[in-house]
């Protein structure tokens, strides 16, 4: 029997208690009265240079109910980025409108520019019925074949990316997009893929919207063939360099540098995020396809101004100033949290409450994969090595000096308040114990020399560095210089590594760490970055990355794992091709457990909430709200229906 999924959206899990709804979606038509637009383009509508509302909206607009009531017209909002290379800055605030959506509380998977959908029996076919009379930015009909183009032409030319994103691909081949009719499209993968709504719904989902063909084609060599002639008058090195420039990607400073390039977002670029910009400006889309409950034309606000800072005190500044209007990017570290409570009234603005969907603040990936093969067996890989290291830091004197006391001893897995909660995996060898950690040791075959370092069975000195970004998570930092203090008290010489974040990847891509630090994902989206729990990303499964390579490669490329990786692999895949929650959850029990015994990465403590800032005037904005890349805040809470009052 096909598994019909309409307008109201598939639940996932409640998970986050108390937090209110926000902007419900559904299709107008349905009672809702006509509407108004922004002043600037009912003047150009009149003067004739600009079509009429009615036709520059579809006929049944996705109706957007306002968090607290409908706004008004007008104002430019302020938001800070931080240096050239922010972009995702402006795509959390702005870039998404892909094909589905999250709700505010992260449960649900709701309509977006796919009215309703079906997916069939065993989760591998996915028909999407698309918004009627949805247009780009610059007025042209968006249609099933800008999907198609989108996926069969770009995504999936090998000169223009390296392998399909792991987003469209199961099993090692890529999805097939086909088009049924102007207005539906249908995805199938080589098996079940039961998570595609999911992962659709994340930032990493937006392919599927983000290339319009009418603009787009131009520079392709199989639409145009005097591509050659265009390269060499844009300076560029090659077709794909200028495809990059022209229409970007999900994930780069080009992607927000084109003001040509046509878009389905609520606002489009005016000033570019270009090479020495002090700023980007998006001003108002005259043919966005969302309006209010009274069908008054969304978004309200005028323009979007992102400031650029080049480090933090700056964008610091601006905030207490009261020259930004809505901020949590770079300035929600706790550190940053008594001077921003202190100048609420000066600076004219009210605290955001941010729920993390992470499960740790630090965890530690020691390299069991690591090139020395001494470092890897004779101490990474040696699990009783992990276990001790991991007993010797005192977690509650990290907490309370680095995080406030705002935490708790933690390993990893999901987070306490979700259904999927696994006590051993979360909280073994959490405790103090350097006595206990130090017998560990000594059993070991890791003994004191004369100077109270430990030295490894072979004889040699005790010593690695662990990789981290301090620009990126200072925090981190410090937390790791404690930890350093720790462990030198059992005798273990450790070295903090502080780098910036293109060396961190780089060394990952080699696999030339030691061992590196990344707050721990899974809290609240276990299933979408399951990468502590195994093999599972290429880049972040630090401990293991040739691993990870060999399961995303289907054992083309990387190392093969052991047995207990493997098992967990394939019942990751079982999981992941299993529409039933209940039954996945079962699943995803059995892989923890399995985790849990292999002990393979070491955590500090339980991700801590984040805050921002909302100028008092801005309304209609979720004072609480999940704090995810997968939920790419504050964008699903609607930004469009922001509204300022005077």
């Given at each position: ?132 009379g949805v247009r780009w930015s610059d007025g042209h009909p968006f249609t099933a074949d800008d999907i198609v183009f989108a996926i069969e032409d770009c995504v999936k030319n090998s000169e223009l990316y390296s392998s399909t994103p792991a987003q469209l691909s199961v099993a090692g081949k890529a999805v097939k997009v086909e088009k049924i009719d102007d207005f539906t499209v249908k995805f199938t993968f080589a098996a079940a893929n039961a998570l595609y709504l999911e992962n659709l719904a994340t930032p990493l989902g937006q392919h599927p919207t983000l290339f319009p063909k009418h603009y787009c084609s131009q520079f392709l060599p199989k639409y145009n063939p005097n591509i050659a002639e265009e390269v060499r008058k844009a300076g560029v090195g090659s077709w794909t360099d200028l495809f990059r420039a022209r229409c970007g990607d999900i994930e780069i400073p080009s992607r927000w540098g084109n003001p040509d390039k046509p878009t389905l977002d609520p606002w ?379």
């Open positions: 029997m096909r598994d019909e999924i309409l307008s109201r959206g598939v639940t996932r899990r409640a998970v986050l208690g108390g937090m209110a709804g926000v902007a419900a979606l559904s299709m107008a038509g349905r009672g809702v009265a006509a509407g108004g637009e922004a002043p600037a383009w009912a003047q150009l509508a009149q003067d004739g240079k600009l079509p009429p509302l009615a036709e520059r909206l579809p006929k049944k607009p996705m109706v957007v109910t306002p968090f607290e009531k409908a706004g008004t017209y007008g104002g430019t909002l302020r938001r800070g980025l931080r240096g050239s290379s922010d972009h995702n800055g402006i795509l959390r605030m702005v870039g998404n409108q892909s094909l589905v959506r999250w709700n505010l509380e992260f449960t649900q998977v709701m309509p977006n520019l796919a009215e309703r959908w079906e997916i069939n029996d065993d989760a591998s076919q996915f028909t999407f019925h698309l918004i009627e489009v670029v005016k000033e570019p995020y270009s090479g020495g910009a002090t700023r980007v400006v998006m001003t108002r889309n005259p043919y966005f396809w969302q309006v209010d409950t009274q069908g008054n034309q969304l978004p309200y606000i005028d323009e979007i101004n992102f400031s650029i800072s080049q480090d933090v005190e700056s964008l610091m500044l601006n905030v207490i100033s009261g020259k930004i209007d809505i901020q949590e990017r770079h300035i929600s570290v706790l550190s940053n949290k008594p001077t921003l409570s202190q100048n609420m009234e000066k600076g004219g603005y009210r605290l955001l409450s941010l729920v993390p969907s992470a499960s740790q603040q630090c965890q530690i990936y020691f390299n069991m994969t690591h090139k020395d093969p001494a470092l890897r067996k004779k101490m990474f890989a040696d699990k009783s090595f992990r276990q001790a290291l991991s007993l010797a830091i005192n977690r509650q004197e990290l907490i309370d000096i680095v995080y406030f006391g705002q935490s708790e001893a933690y390993q990893a897995g999901p987070r306490p308040e979700h259904p999927w909660y696994h006590e051993k995996l979360a909280r073994q060898f959490s405790e103090y114990d350097p006595d206990k950690a130090g017998a560990m040791l000594d059993q070991a075959g890791y003994k004191l020399d004369g100077s109270g370092l430990r030295l490894r069975p072979d004889g040699q000195k005790v010593f690695f560095a662990v990789d981290v970004i301090p620009t990126l998570y200072p925090d981190l930092v410090d937390a790791l210089e404690l930890v350093k203090a720790h462990w030198a008290q059992i005798g273990i010489e450790m070295k903090v590594n502080t780098i910036e974040r293109a060396l961190y990847y780089t060394r990952g891509d080699d696999n030339a760490h030691d061992a590196a630090v990344w707050p721990g994902p899974g809290g609240l989206d276990p299933m979408l970055d399951p990468r502590d729990f195994f093999a599972f990303h290429p880049q972040g499964s630090r401990y293991a990355i040739p691993w990870s390579l060999w399961y995303t490669s289907n054992g083309a490329r990387g190392e093969e794992p052991p047995e207990s990786q493997k098992k967990r692999m394939k019942l990751f895949d079982d999981a992941r091709s299993t529409a039933d929650l209940s039954k996945r959850g079962a699943i995803m029990t059995q892989i923890f457990d399995i985790a849990a015994d292999a002990f393979e990465t070491v955590g500090l403590c339980l991700a801590v909430g984040g805050f921002g800032i909302i100028r008092n005037n801005l309304h209609n904005v979720p004072e609480k709200q999940p704090d995810s890349w997968s939920w790419p805040n504050p964008g699903p809470a609607l930004p469009q229906q922001f509204s300022f009052t005077s």
